[in-house]
Protein backbone atom coordinates (compact mmCIF):
# COMPACT_ATOMS: atom_id res chain seq x y z
CA UNK A 1 0.00 0.00 0.00
CA UNK A 2 1.12 3.34 -0.88
CA UNK A 3 1.14 6.31 0.88
CA UNK A 4 1.21 10.19 -0.37
CA UNK A 5 4.31 10.42 1.22
CA UNK A 6 5.87 7.18 -0.49
CA UNK A 7 5.57 5.29 2.32
CA UNK A 8 4.70 1.82 1.95
CA UNK A 9 2.70 0.31 5.04
CA UNK A 10 2.98 -3.42 5.28
CA UNK A 11 0.64 -5.65 7.12
CA UNK A 12 3.22 -5.50 10.36
CA UNK A 13 2.49 -2.02 10.17
CA UNK A 14 -1.03 -2.79 10.51
CA UNK A 15 -1.25 -5.70 12.67
CA UNK A 16 1.02 -3.41 15.49
CA UNK A 17 -0.97 -0.47 15.42
CA UNK A 18 -4.54 -2.55 15.91
CA UNK A 19 -2.67 -4.29 18.53
CA UNK A 20 -1.57 -1.01 20.28
CA UNK A 21 -4.79 0.17 19.65
CA UNK A 22 -6.75 -3.10 21.27
CA UNK A 23 -4.93 -2.96 24.21
CA UNK A 24 -5.68 0.68 24.83
CA UNK A 25 -9.03 -0.27 24.53
CA UNK A 26 -8.97 -2.93 26.96
CA UNK A 27 -7.42 -0.26 29.48
CA UNK A 28 -9.91 1.97 28.67
CA UNK A 29 -12.84 -0.61 29.52
CA UNK A 30 -11.21 -1.58 32.48
CA UNK A 31 -10.77 2.09 33.82
CA UNK A 32 -14.59 2.56 32.72
CA UNK A 33 -15.52 -0.39 34.98
CA UNK A 34 -14.10 0.97 37.66
CA UNK A 35 -14.92 4.22 37.95
CA UNK A 36 -18.68 3.25 37.01
CA UNK A 37 -18.55 0.49 39.57
CA UNK A 38 -21.74 1.92 41.42
CA UNK A 39 -23.86 1.09 38.41
CA UNK A 40 -23.36 -2.59 38.26
CA UNK A 41 -25.15 -3.53 35.13
CA UNK A 42 -22.72 -0.54 32.86
CA UNK A 43 -20.12 -2.17 34.91
CA UNK A 44 -20.78 -5.46 33.93
CA UNK A 45 -20.96 -4.35 30.18
CA UNK A 46 -17.81 -2.78 30.45
CA UNK A 47 -16.00 -6.13 32.05
CA UNK A 48 -17.60 -7.98 29.37
CA UNK A 49 -16.23 -5.44 26.52
CA UNK A 50 -12.49 -5.69 28.42
CA UNK A 51 -12.56 -9.41 27.95
CA UNK A 52 -13.75 -9.65 24.74
CA UNK A 53 -10.82 -7.07 23.82
CA UNK A 54 -8.51 -9.01 25.43
CA UNK A 55 -9.22 -12.17 23.06
CA UNK A 56 -8.78 -9.66 19.97
CA UNK A 57 -5.23 -8.01 21.31
CA UNK A 58 -4.03 -11.77 22.47
CA UNK A 59 -5.10 -12.95 18.32
CA UNK A 60 -3.14 -9.79 17.26
CA UNK A 61 0.20 -10.43 19.49
CA UNK A 62 0.19 -13.96 18.37
CA UNK A 63 0.02 -13.27 14.81
CA UNK A 64 2.59 -10.64 15.48
CA UNK A 65 5.21 -13.52 17.01
CA UNK A 66 4.59 -15.65 14.56
CA UNK A 67 5.74 -13.67 12.22
CA UNK A 68 8.83 -12.61 14.29
CA UNK A 69 9.81 -16.03 14.41
CA UNK A 70 9.98 -16.94 10.93
Known amino acids: ?6 LRIMPR ?5 AWETSMGLVRDFERYQQEIAEDKEAAA ?5 AED ?15 EEA
Open 1 to 6: MNHKHN
Open 13 to 17: DRLMH
Open 45 to 49: LFAKM
Open 53 to 67: ECVHASDLLALLQKR
